[in-house]
């Protein structure tokens, strides 16, 4: 069973480019391969690069593990009606 990751979900992410150590994140918005997180624990050898982000990152879908799961995803009837 293969879980995707959804707005507000918890995430655990890898090292990237920005943050050299890994951390954990809450999900505030889901792009196509990637999602834009907010930066909740992380190692305090990474204090001044979370610092310099503003607590924020867009990490790569394949580079997170989620601990919690966020908001369902809307059904795609509702998707029709509402558009």
């Not at 994140?25 to 391969?33: A, D, H, L």
């Not at 834009?36 to 982000?53: H, K, S």
């Given at each position: ?11 655990r ?47 790569a ?23």
């Amino acid at each position: 069973m293969t879980t995707t990751v959804t707005k507000g979900a918890v995430v655990r992410c890898q090292a990237n480019g920005n943050m050299e150590y890994p951390f954990i994140g809450t999900v505030v918005k889901r792009y196509e391969n990637s999602a834009w997180v907010t930066i909740d624990e992380f190692d305090p050898r990474d204090q001044m690069n979370a610092r310099d982000l503003l607590f924020q990152s867009v990490i790569a879908l394949k580079k997170m593990t989620i601990l919690k799961a966020g908001e369902p995803e809307p059904e795609p009837a509702a998707e029709e009606a509402a558009g």
